[in-house]
């Protein structure tokens, strides 16, 4: 399958009927965290966060974002 943009991409991955599972170590990077929010927002991917707990709360909290647990 090509694609001619990256919405065509977003689309595709959007109708499918399971949400892919991303797995993210040492989860506590900002910037990490706030595209795991949009993808998951986006209906793109299904997020699990391994790391120091307490700090990803933290990250996630200082980009006021949340993540069901």
Avoid: W, Y
């Avoid at 943009?5 to 109708?15: D, T």
Wanted: charged share 30%; hydrophobic share 45%; with cysteine.
């Amino acid at each position: 399958m090509v694609f001619k943009n990256f919405k065509e991409l977003i689309l595709s991955v959007q109708a499918l009927k399971e949400k892919k599972r991303v797995a993210v170590v040492v989860a506590h990077d900002e910037h990490t965290l706030q595209a795991v929010c949009k993808a998951s927002k986006d209906n793109i991917a299904e997020p699990i966060l391994i790391g120091n707990k307490l700090k990803i709360k933290e990250a996630l909290h200082n980009i006021k974002e949340s993540i069901a647990e």
